[in-house]
Nanobody, 118 residues
Framework: QVQLVESGGGLVQPGGSLRLPCAAS????????MKWYRQAPEKERELVAT???????NYADYVKDRFTISRDNAKNTLYLQMNSLKSDDTAVYYC????????????WGQGTQVTVSS
């Protein structure tokens, strides 16, 4: 059974940092491209960052130089390090597994809430 479980969300002040892990099981994690998405209230889900099976990364313009996506294939875990957080980053963050960087996610986690507020 495929599972993606995000954690690490919470309330953080503007300018603060959070690290989101996503634990994967039930599929061969190392060969999948992994993605972080987010969905803010009343907005569509948007792609935040992508990491391919060989470690290549891509970021949405609005998170470049602030967020870092990484993976630990030995632990079947995806990460999103978020620095210099802004109120606009408030959203539910989801991890997803895709066959390649151009494909949509086949598998999804349940999401973790990140709220940036003073």
């Amino acid at each position: 059974q495929v599972q993606l479980v995000e954690s690490g969300g919470g309330l953080v002040q503007p300018g603060g940092s959070l690290r989101l892990p996503c634990a994967a099981s039930g599929f061969i994690f190392s060969i999948y491209t992994m993605k972080w998405y987010r969905q803010a209230p009343e907005k569509e889900r948007e792609l935040v960052a992508t990491i391919t099976s060989d470690g290549g990364t891509n970021y949405a313009d609005y998170v470049k130089d602030r967020f870092t996506i990484s993976r630990d294939n030995a632990k079947n875990t995806l990460y999103l390090q978020m620095n210099s957080l802004k109120s606009d980053d408030t959203a539910v963050y989801y991890c997803g597994a895709a066959r390649n960087r151009f494909a949509p996610a086949n598998y999804w986690g349940q999401g973790t809430q990140v709220t940036v507020s003073s």
